[in-house]
């Protein structure tokens, strides 16, 4: 499972944020770029462009009594404001401002996100025969983090506010022929949309949507490459805005992961890479060596841009000489199957 959620986990994340790690930066005026399922009138206002579904079909080896879980994983845009109480009363009102310092530290405005989970449920492919749908159902609320000076003294505020989602997941099992199910998952959002741009219109969308999905009693097919008596059906699985993968230990059936972004079967992380980089199409080596040569002004507005990207400054200036050795390359055996 720990080989799984790191996969899950970078696909997660995967162009959150990218290298410089700052807000200023060109690249990263747009974000939440894959696996976006945004609300369906925008969507369907737009066209096809930002598309309001995404279904996941796979097929799976096994017999009504096999049972599989589903679960859903997403972000959600999270709105941080910085917020002055310098001057301000009692019964003042708060004073939003582009940025604050409090105690030498720089603070700043900027959008985060907060994990989503739906656990959808576990249930035997018999009972999928009849669709099963879950609601998505998430209150909107925020949160305040006070900033206080070296001697103690509340001097501003950190506000962070989402939005309310809602939508559907709903998984079906159908039978192929004895022994074989074609299961579909389809996750769509109904959150009401009243015309918002599409930046504010993101605080509504699941953004970087995936689907962890595990079966036990069976196995599920690599749709990727498929045995024979398969391939036909596999190709005839519609998969839309995602593609499913076999994860987990090489050769083992029982865990799919369906991605927005396309990976093979049983895809891995390179050991010696030190922690998420938010961009898996990127050499770490290059990445670090870049962040270690940012100026002191850009490193405090990496900090500042967002608590992920100031992990990653940390990290990447506590490594060690032999750390960074290890990441100028790796000599790997692998098995070749001969006939």
Known sequence: MDVVKKIADAVLYEGYILWPYRKSARKNQQRWTFGGVYPRA?????GEDDPWLMRTQCLVEGDGNSAIEVKVRFLHVTERKVA???????????????????????YLPWDEATEREIAVGRFTL?????????AIDIPAGSTEEPLAEPDGEVAGVVVRS???????VAVEAEPMREGLFKVTVGITNTTPWEGED??????????STHTVLEVEGGEFVSMTDPPEDCRELAEECGNLKTWPVLVGEE????MMLSSPIILSDYPQIAPESPGDMFDGGEIDQLLILNILTLTDDEKEEMRASDPKAREIL???????P?????????IRDFKVARD
């Open 251 to 254: 050769g083992d059936r029982r």
């Open 42 to 46: 925008y969507s369907e206002a737009r």
């Open 198 to 207: 599409r930046e504010s219109t993101l605080r509504k969308t699941f953004a």
């Open 84 to 106: 002055s109480l310098r001057g301000v009363g009692e019964a003042g009102r708060l004073e939003f401002v582009d940025e604050l310092r409090i105690g030498g530290e720089l």
């Open 314 to 320: 940390e990290r990447c200036e506590s490594l060690s």
């Open 162 to 168: 989402w939005r309310a989602l809602c939508g559907t």
């Open 126 to 134: 018999s009972e999928l025969e009849t669709p099963m749908l879950v």
């Open 322 to 330: 032999e750390e960074l050795m290890n990441l100028h390359g790796a």
